[in-house]
């Protein structure tokens, strides 16, 4: 306790002094608001290159090179193999951002302890100190060093996480050009051999009325192959799809390499419904005549995993009319060359 007996100088001079320290501490606490407006607009990236400036330990490490890749055609492996580092490229990149946001979260904890610790008033400051008073006043300072040093920690890791970041989406990058490439390169290989599927097959089929080039795809009228109302090959288009079997087999051989094909089998019909107790529409009807076709095109040779049959019933007319050649030209087995 200060003693009250003292001298009326000494206790103008105290007087004084309170009030030049009052006028400090009103000084500190406006510079305090405007460095937190200063944070709180500035967010993260401010405050990380604030705390960078007063930093003098060990630069961060530095990002790894970019990885260089080249825009050559890959196999199917390597492409798998891609995908997949693709893949852990993309749970990496979810971990770092994760410990992004647990640093930055840290980081606002530690700069609203930091400001916490500065307005506070100095132990012993507007009265004489006591021992205590001293002994307060160190475990201060030790707090705000530490604090100090925690943020700096914080600050470089923070930097790291980012930097590690950065170099993670450049990989991302990199590999995402590459398997675009190699897409693009497929699709031309598929285009290719495609067109060297079909030009063969023109060759091999010659001129015939029945055989149709439509787009992307060919086709044999309904009729050559089935019975009308039925899914049971004709005797005549049985021998039509193991003559269709032998071509393709003599030309599969020469699709490039890797080539991952499927040659789609699609029945279709005329707009005239049909109901019965095996084909209650259209749907069923076109669905099984190109489930025959494929069943016999493996019998022939084909191989069942480059091979596959769908139905589309009416709904995919190539005339919209209701005149019989209209009905005679939609009822028909499309065959198209495609990817899987």
Same mark, same amino acid.
């Given at each position: 306790?200060?003693?009250?007996?003292?001298?009326?100088?000494?206790?103008?001079?105290?007087?004084?002094?309170?009030? /030049?320290?009052?006028?400090?501490?009103?000084?500190?606490?406006? %510079?305090?608001?405007?460095?937190?407006?200063?944070?709180?607009?500035?967010?993260?990236?401010?405050?990380?290159?604030?705390?960078?400036?007063?930093?003098?330990?060990?630069?961060?490490? $530095?990002?790894?090179?970019?990885?260089?890749?080249?825009?050559?055609?890959?196999?199917? $492996?390597?492409?798998?193999?891609?995908?997949?580092?693709?893949?852990?490229?993309?749970?990496?990149?979810? *971990?770092?951002?994760?410990? +992004?946001?647990?640093?930055?979260?840290? *980081?606002? $904890?530690? @700069?609203?302890?930091?400001?916490?610790?500065?307005?506070?008033?100095?132990?012993?400051?507007?009265?004489?100190?006591?021992?205590?008073?001293?002994?307060?006043?160190?475990?201060?300072?030790?707090?705000?060093?530490?604090?100090?040093?925690?943020?700096?920690?914080?600050?470089?890791?923070?930097?790291?996480?980012?930097?590690?970041?950065? /170099?993670?989406?450049?990989?991302?990058?990199? %590999?995402? =050009?590459? %398997? =675009?490439?190699?897409?693009?390169?497929?699709?031309?290989?598929?285009?290719?051999?495609?067109?060297?599927?079909?030009?063969?097959?023109?060759?091999?089929?010659?001129?015939?009325?029945?055989?149709?080039?439509?787009?992307?795809?060919?086709?044999?009228?309904?009729?050559?192959?089935?019975?009308?109302?039925?899914?049971? @090959?004709?005797?005549?288009?049985?021998?039509?799809?193991?003559?269709?079997?032998?071509?393709? =087999?003599?030309? $599969?051989?020469?699709?490039?390499?890797?080539? =991952?094909?499927?040659?789609?089998? /699609?029945?279709?019909?005329?707009?005239?419904?049909?109901?019965?107790?095996?084909?209650?529409?259209?749907?069923?009807?076109?669905? #099984? +005549?190109?489930?025959?076709?494929?069943?016999? *095109?493996?019998?022939?040779?084909?191989?069942?995993?480059?091979?596959?049959?769908?139905?589309?019933?009416?709904?995919?007319? #190539?005339?919209?009319?209701?005149?019989?050649?209209?009905?005679? +030209?939609?009822?028909?087995?499309?065959?198209?060359?495609?990817?899987?």
């Amino acid at each position: 306790m200060h003693s009250q007996e003292s001298a009326e100088p000494q206790s103008n001079t105290t007087t004084t002094l309170a009030q /030049s320290m009052g006028g400090i501490y009103l000084l500190v606490t406006v %510079l305090l608001l405007f460095i937190i407006a200063l944070l709180s607009l500035g967010g993260v990236a401010y405050r990380t290159h604030l705390l960078q400036q007063s930093v003098t330990s060990a630069a961060p490490p $530095k990002p790894k090179p970019p990885v260089v890749v080249q825009p050559d055609l890959v196999t199917g $492996k390597e492409r798998a193999g891609l995908y997949a580092r693709l893949a852990r490229l993309g749970e990496e990149l979810a *971990l770092e951002a994760s410990e +992004r946001n647990r640093l930055a979260d840290r *980081l606002d $904890k530690l @700069l609203a302890l930091q400001i916490e610790l500065a307005a506070r008033p100095t132990p012993g400051a507007e009265f004489k100190a006591e021992p205590k008073d001293g002994d307060a006043r160190a475990a201060l300072l030790r707090n705000m060093e530490e604090i100090e040093r925690e943020l700096a920690s914080v600050s470089q890791a923070l930097e790291a996480t980012e930097q590690r970041i950065s /170099s993670r989406q450049v990989d991302v990058a990199g %590999l995402g =050009n590459r %398997l =675009n490439r190699a897409l693009v390169l497929k699709v031309e290989e598929l285009q290719k051999g495609r067109s060297e599927f079909f030009a063969r097959l023109r060759d091999v089929l010659g001129d015939r009325e029945d055989f149709r080039v439509e787009g992307d795809r060919f086709s044999l009228p309904s009729e050559v192959l089935f019975a009308p109302g039925s899914d049971r @090959l004709r005797p005549q288009g049985l021998d039509e799809v193991r003559r269709l079997a032998a071509k393709i =087999n003599g030309v $599969k051989a020469e699709f490039p390499q890797g080539l =991952n094909w499927v040659l789609r089998v /699609s029945g279709h019909t005329d707009a005239r419904p049909i109901a019965n107790t095996r084909f209650p529409s259209n749907w069923e009807l076109s669905t #099984l +005549r190109a489930v025959t076709v494929v069943k016999e *095109l493996i019998a022939a040779g084909i191989p069942p995993e480059h091979v596959a049959a769908a139905g589309f019933g009416e709904f995919q007319p #190539l005339v919209v009319d209701e005149t019989e050649a209209a009905y005679a +030209r939609n009822r028909r087995i499309e065959f198209r060359l495609d990817q899987r």
